[in-house]
């Protein structure tokens, strides 16, 4: 589906989308704790309806009303086919739970999600009572000591904390190299901590006693990483407020307020909400994106509106996600006139006045998203092809374009 934006002055409010790092959080622990649990506020991304019914076939009795999901405990399950759409999440947090509850599961997705490495996880499991060979996974998880490479994916040691919390006993986790992203891993901590479970942090990892006490129900979050976006468009365009955003938060993208802010938009915090003005933009010397890769992009789209040049670093990551988002980026920009370069290490923006054109976005929800902010304030009308993959992430996407005073006429 194509998408045809024209720029706009924006003056509105919207709601940011359910959090997808919670909302999988949340059913996974509801799961694993295997009593009743109300989960509001989860949204209807594809990415959160995968974990749903990944976690279906691993046993879960769950319900959906509306955007709550009633987690009804667990069946046993010896064996199973996991469909994991396209989220890498869903897999690389669900594999090691597979094993952990000892079942025999073969692990299954589409789009780029098989290509995505897992090999991490296997050789922390491996030689633990269970084997995780490419995507298939066989035998029970023990308690212990294990050893994972945190260099690549926080999403590895955030399926371990899962595994680890559902054995009964001691274990333990014990990082080899850098962790990157810990703010995702802070979340998982503080979910299954929410769920009763003990884990302490240590110099080299974490300590988990496994055991849960599960709350009655809780409630996700406003996702800062779908936020990102109409706040981008409040900083080019107009005005844009976001509702239903912690501050602070523990999502490491919450760390767009502060990046906006930098490249000269106005920014204001309320009870609940986000407001982002648009103000004299300037390009940042450099933007580490180690710890929020989600939001590269965005960022990007924003910099190519900035006067002089924006640097980013800890970008290497973006060649394995659903696409190769360091190419896509420089396509994008590429596309509305502005010039971007890739040296190995970092990438650099150089701002200018971005035209209108047509988009293409990679079968990719977040290139899509980044390439519709640039169309909202680029000279001209423009085309953005694949709007079907916001379902991936941000549904009401465009829709809620039209609520901050823009249009967005999408067509087959």
């Not at 999600?113 to 922390?124: G, N, T, Y």
């Not at 890769?293 to 973006?318: E, H, M, W, Y």
């Not at 596309?335 to 293409?360: H, M, N, Q, S, W």
Request: hydrophobic share 40%; aromatic share 8%; net charge neutral.
């Amino acid at each position: 589906m194509k998408v045809v934006l024209s720029p706009f002055k924006a003056d509105g409010e919207v709601f940011a989308p359910p959090s997808k790092s919670y909302a999988h959080r949340y059913i996974i622990a509801a799961f694993l704790a295997g009593k009743k649990c109300v989960i509001e506020n989860v949204g209807f991304s594809d990415d959160v309806f995968a974990t749903v019914a990944a976690i279906t076939s691993l046993g879960g009795i769950i319900e959906k009303n509306g955007d709550t999901v009633i987690v009804n405990g667990r069946k046993p399950v010896k064996q199973a086919t996991v469909d994991c759409g396209e989220s890498g999440s869903t897999m690389r947090f669900l594999m090691p739970v597979a094993a952990a509850l000892g079942i025999d599961a073969l692990f299954t997705g589409k789009g780029k999600l098989m290509f995505r490495p897992v090999e991490d996880i296997a050789a922390a499991v491996n030689g633990h009572g269970a084997t995780i060979l490419n995507h298939t996974v066989s035998g029970q998880l023990t308690c212990g000591k294990y050893y994972l490479n945190g260099n690549l994916s926080s999403q590895f040691a955030s399926g371990l904390l899962f595994a680890l919390s559902a054995l009964s006993g001691d274990s333990e986790i014990i990082f080899t190299g850098d962790t990157v992203s810990k703010g995702y891993i802070d979340i998982t901590v503080s979910v299954l901590e929410e769920f009763g479970v003990e884990i302490s942090e240590t110099a080299t990892g974490y300590k988990i006693k496994g055991g849960f006490n599960p709350p009655e129900k809780v409630s996700v979050e406003g996702d800062w990483s779908g936020a990102a976006f109409p706040l981008a468009i409040g900083a080019l365009c107009g005005k844009a407020t976001v509702n239903n955003l912690k501050y602070p938060s523990l999502q490491p993208d919450c760390a767009i307020l502060d990046i906006l802010q930098n490249f000269g938009a106005k920014v204001s915090v309320g009870k609940g909400k986000i407001t982002v003005e648009k103000g004299a933009l300037c390009g940042i010397e450099e933007i580490c994106c180690e710890n929020f890769p989600d939001i590269a992009q965005v960022i990007c789209s924003v910099a190519a509106f900035c006067k002089g040049k924006t640097r980013l670093t800890g970008i290497n990551r973006l060649k394995i996600k659903e696409s190769d988002r360091i190419a896509a980026i420089i396509n994008t920009l590429k596309t509305c006139g502005i010039r971007a370069t890739y040296d190995g290490a970092a990438l650099t923006v150089y701002g200018g006045t971005p035209k209108g054109g047509t988009f293409d976005g990679g079968k990719d929800h977040r290139t899509v998203m980044s390439a519709a902010v640039i169309a909202c304030s680029a000279n001209g009308v423009s085309t953005v092809d694949g709007a079907e993959y916001c379902a991936k992430s941000y549904p009401s996407f465009f829709g809620d374009i039209k609520l901050l005073g823009g249009k967005a006429d999408v067509n087959i």
